[in-house]
C-alpha cells in the first residue's frame, strides 16, 4: 500500500501543486464564496492579483 501511494504521490504530486496554484489564482480574483471564505487573505495570493 505504501509503495502505491508514493508512486501515486510522485506521478501527480506535480498536477495537484499546480491545480493549487491555479485555484488560489482563481480565488484571489474573484469575491468571496460561501465555501472558500477566508477573513484574511495571504500576502502570498495577493501577489496573484491582477488588478
Known amino acids: 500500500m505504501m ?7 510522485f506521478r501527480f504530486g506535480g ?7 491555479m485555484i488560489t489564482a ?4 474573484s469575491c ?3 465555501f472558500t471564505h477566508q477573513e484574511k487573505m495571504p500576502e ?5 492579483r491582477k488588478f
Open 26 to 29: 482563481v480565488n484571489a480574483n
Open 44 to 48: 502570498s495570493a495577493k501577489k496573484l
Open 15 to 21: 498536477t495537484f501543486a499546480a491545480l493549487a496554484v
Open 32 to 34: 468571496c464564496a460561501w
Open 3 to 9: 509503495k502505491f501511494i508514493k508512486k501515486f504521490a
